[in-house]
C-alpha cells in the first residue's frame, strides 16, 4: 500500500519548536515534489510549503516564511518541515503529500495525493 505517515506534532507553546516527519511507505519519494499542508476543523485545508524531488527548489506561504523550512532526506525517503517560532495561529493539522503532477506550483504541491492521516499541532501556554 502506498502512503505517507506524518510525525512529530504535539503541544508546544508559544515561540517553541517542532520537527514534522513525512515518512513513504510502499514507494521511493525520490522523484516527487512533496508539500505540507494544514487544516483545522471546519477551515479550508491550505499549502504551507513544498520541495522539490531535488530539493533544489523550496517555498513558503507568507504566514510561515522565515519561521518554517522544509528539507528532504532522500536517503531515508522522508521529508521534513522544521517549525520554529511557533504561534497559536500555527495549530492545525499538518499533512503532507506528493505532487502527482511533478511539481511545486509556489508552495503548493501541484495535484496532491497519497495523503496520510495527518500529525495534530496545538500552540497554547
Known amino acids: 500500500q502506498l502512503q505517507l505517515v506524518e510525525s512529530g506534532g504535539g503541544l508546544v507553546q508559544p515561540g517553541g519548536s517542532l520537527r514534522l516527519s513525512c515518512a513513504a511507505s510502499?514507494?521511493?519519494?525520490?522523484?516527487?515534489?512533496i508539500g505540507w499542508f494544514r487544516r483545522a476543523p471546519g477551515k479550508e485545508r491550505e499549502g504551507v510549503s513544498c520541495i522539490s524531488s531535488s530539493g533544489a527548489y523550496t517555498n513558503y506561504a507568507d504566514s510561515v516564511k522565515g519561521r518554517f523550512t522544509i528539507s528532504r532526506d532522500n536517503a531515508k525517503n522522508t521529508v521534513y518541515l522544521q517549525m520554529n517560532s511557533l504561534k497559536p495561529e500555527d495549530t492545525d493539522v499538518y499533512y503532507c503529500a506528493v505532487s502527482e503532477a511533478g511539481y511545486c506550483s509556489g508552495y503548493v504541491a501541484e495535484d496532491p495525493g497519497y495523503w496520510g492521516q495527518g500529525t495534530q499541532v496545538i500552540v497554547s501556554s
Open positions: 510502499g514507494f521511493t519519494l525520490d522523484y516527487y515534489a
